[in-house]
């Protein structure tokens, strides 16, 4: 696996030529949450070319999430996230590959993507195409290798392919979990969709058989974008009952399946954005190795707990959930505003245990049907102005609340508690510097 990086990591050294320049920004931030406060310093910058990047991003914080034990007086109870640092090469203006650590992102730009959320930056290899007619994007991501609290190793492979008209955009999606191991090169490699890769593999008696049980979920998606609207539609299948139409009487397994949806309107007042999406209960969830859709297979590990939305790769707020979100933006010369209110229900999530607590699952399709449930209502609104050319200041303020919140119960199942309710407060000033030569 070492070399294959190395060689990738050659490949990309190979051009540093045409238009190029340095870019920094330097980011400050202060937040008062109800009467707790926190900072944060952040450096985000690279090298850029007409056809390679070289990008790092460096935020050191002080929220109580995570502790840094080494040196913990020296940078003042602080720690420090290495939280993007690639390298990137342009072979031409459709097709590049990148290595390293990034955000990675799924084909629709949306909170509410469902299989990859806007919160996951982990190390992977990406291979991505895309012209006027067509689109193709591959990345491998190792997600738990020589772990210090036990966690088996683990790997995962996602794919998107589609075909573009008109203002129209149409495409595939498939992402594969796999255990015992963190690299699967076939998965990352190979154009053809990961079912029909896990037969080959695993479902025939040949010489190239393995014996290997990945745990894969599949999706479709349609866009549309006339620069004035834009629509989109993501549905994704962990599982389906097809006993339902081929075997009435047999067993009828659940349904695990999510949907997204949202739509932009783009008008001289602003930019009007509305969304959708949900997940039915047992979606993303492990069966029975720990196959389950999230960055880490626990929700807790010796320094603390794991909320399920930092863990998730999918759908931000997981299985047995309903979410909607309004938005508005606009700008106005040098300010510009955002403004935002979200709601969403919530049932119980066990990511880490199939069926919660069940021996096995309750048969048929199950959607927010607990008798208690959490509801939570937000509001956001952000200011930015741009005070000169390379200096922005900007506030976010943001109330939320909760209703039964949610909380982890015998450190495995997230369940809505009757009678917890909370609200929250949430006030930020930040500036960002920015440095080109």
Known sequence: MKKIVLILIAI??????????????????????????????????????????????FPVRKDGKYVFTDHSSFILNHYFLIQQGYLKVYFNKDFYLRVGQSQLKDTIDSKYALFIN?????????????????????????????????????????????????????????????????????????????????????????????????????????????????????????????NRYFDPDSYQNPDKVAWSTGLNIRTNSGKFGIYNAGATKYTYERLPKPYEYTQ????????????????????????????????YENTFDKLWLKASGEYVISGSKSPHDPWHEESNYIPGTHFLEEKVKEYMYSFETQLKY????????????????????????????????????????????????????
Not at 17 to 46: H, P, V
Not at 162 to 182: A, H, M, P
Not at 318 to 325: A, F, P, Q, R, V
Not at 407 to 425: C, F, M, R, S, T
Request: aromatic share 20%; no cysteine.
């Open 12 to 57: 990309l050294l190979v051009s540093f030529n045409g238009f190029a320049n340095f870019s920094f920004n330097f980011i400050a931030d202060y937040t008062i949450t109800n009467s707790a406060t926190s900072d944060y310093l952040q450096l985000i910058g690279g090298y850029y070319s007409d056809n390679f990047e070289a990008i790092i991003d």
């Open 118 to 242: 806007q919160n996951i930056y982990k190390t992977n290899i990406e291979l991505s195409f895309e012209n006027d007619n067509a689109f193709y994007r591959a990345f491998w991501v190792p997600l738990n290798e020589y772990s210090k609290y036990g966690y088996p190793d683990r790997g995962m492979n996602f794919k998107i392919f589609g075909i573009k008209f008109g203002n129209f955009k149409i495409g595939y999606e498939d992402s594969v979990i796999y255990t015992d191991r963190t690299v699967d090169i076939y998965y990352l490699f190979s154009p053809f969709p990961v079912p029909i890769i896990q037969a080959y593999k695993n479902s025939m008696i040949a010489p190239w058989g393995e014996y290997v049980n990945d745990n894969s979920i599949v999706g479709l998606f349609i866009e549309y974008d006339n620069q004035k609207y834009k629509y989109f539609l993501q549905v994704l299948a962990d599982d389906l009952n097809m």
């Open 296 to 327: 880490y297979p626990a929700s807790v590990y010796p320094g603390g707990i794991i909320d399920y939305k930092d863990n998730y790769i999918g759908y931000l707020y997981g299985e047995d959930s309903l979410s909607t979100l309004l938005e």
């Open 386 to 437: 741009q005070l000169t050319s390379n200096i922005l200041l900007g506030t976010d303020y943001k109330y939320t609340k909760y209703i039964n919140k949610i909380a982890l119960v015998d450190d495995l199942y997230w369940k809505p508690q009757k009678g917890v309710n909370e609200n929250i407060n949430s006030f930020s000033i930040y500036f960002i510097i920015n440095f080109q030569f």
